[in-house]
């Protein structure tokens, strides 16, 4: 499995910004997504926004023209920058990956999750 770590989640007032960073580990990843869910207290866990290793998005239908996702593939690592945050926003953020890797010279498939981060949106 292909770890994933995720980090920048935290404390944030309503109409603020936050930049969420997930690296995958391995050395090259192929036929690739790449994304973010979100899970808040009492709620289905959903989609946040997704991303290929060629740049194809796709946004869940919670996101309201304020988020942005974006990736580094020589890093293995995307990006999800969320502006003008509200209060419903409050959420477990975790980082997904799935496609192919190789590692020792090898392709494998992986699926993986991050352990999730943090964000509370709060005045």
């Known amino acids: 499995q292909v770890q994933l770590v995720e980090s920048g989640g935290g404390l944030v007032q309503p109409g603020g910004s936050l930049r969420l960073s997930c690296k995958g580990s391995g050395s090259i990843f192929s036929r690739n997504v790449m994304g973010w869910y979100r899970q808040a207290p009492g709620k289905q866990r959903e989609l946040v926004a997704t991303?290929?290793?060629?740049?194809?998005?796709n946004y869940g239908d919670s996101v309201k023209g304020e988020f942005t996702i974006s990736r580094d593939n020589a890093k293995n690592t995307v990006y999800l920058e969320m502006n003008n945050l509200r209060p419903e926003d409050t959420a477990v953020y975790y980082c997904?990956?799935?496609?192919?890797?190789?590692?020792?010279?090898?392709?494998?498939?992986?699926?993986?999750w991050g352990q999730g981060t943090q964000v509370t949106v709060s005045s």
């Open positions: 997904h990956a799935e496609g192919r890797i190789l590692l020792g010279g090898v392709w494998s498939d992986f699926d993986s």
């Open positions: 991303i290929t290793d060629i740049g194809m998005i």
